[in-house]
């Protein structure tokens, strides 16, 4: 009996990843992973009991990638406003990853049905914006922002970081944005956040 390993584990969820990009949710099967990873369906299923346990996987994999570095910016202490334009700019850039989007738009599809969009929110999403809440908590708690409660406050601000670019996230944009258009959406995001969650004078 071969040993698992997690290289063979991450090597799987790296094939898995370019087959669900490529072909979608629906038309992806075990079989393709399996034959994209040059492994047995058989050893495949020893890893991965689903093609949605798969799915999660790979979601956990890229979000992780693409926006744990955004979460690491949230260091209490520093200046409010430049430590939030500074996770805002390197969220946005991430959430307009193609990749990211694609991923996105298969939950958006598939989510409802199987529920592995609540899966994914639960074991990946929820605990980073409850990263960006504690911080919040923190800053709210220096008085650099108005009490109230963190999480509300975290979906706020990450709403209107994301407000001026649905047609980009829902993948119907026909092209991408400048960078200069991201970091000045990003400086308007954070100024009405600023505003809005001002301590009382």
Do not use: C, W
Not at 103 to 119: C, D, H, K, Q, Y
Not at 178 to 194: I, K, M, N, R, Y
């Amino acid at each position: 009996m071969r040993v698992k390993t997690e290289d063979r584990r991450q090597a799987i969820v790296a094939g898995a990843a370019k087959v669900f990009l490529e072909q979608g949710f629906d038309a992806t099967s075990m079989a393709q992973i399996a034959a994209q990873v040059g492994v047995t369906k058989p050893t495949l299923y020893g890893y991965f009991p689903s093609k949605e346990d798969i799915f999660l996987h790979v979601m956990k994999k890229v979000a992780t990638e693409l926006l744990a570095a955004s979460f690491e910016r949230l260091a209490p202490g520093k200046d409010l406003g430049q430590t939030l334009l500074n996770f805002g700019e390197h969220f946005l850039a991430s959430m307009l990853q193609p990749d990211l989007i694609t991923l996105r738009g298969i939950i958006m599809t598939e989510g409802r049905r199987s529920g592995i969009g609540a899966l994914l929110f639960d074991k990946g999403l929820a605990q980073e914006i409850a990263k960006l809440a504690a911080f919040l908590a923190t800053e709210m708690e220096a008085g650099q922002l108005r009490r109230a409660k963190p999480d509300t406050a975290a979906a706020h601000l990450l709403g209107m970081l994301e407000s001026e670019y649905q047609q980009h996230l829902l993948g119907a944009a026909s092209e991408p944005p400048t960078p200069a258009q991201v970091s000045q959406s990003v400086q308007d995001a954070v100024a009405v956040f600023l505003r809005g969650y001002a301590p009382a004078a």
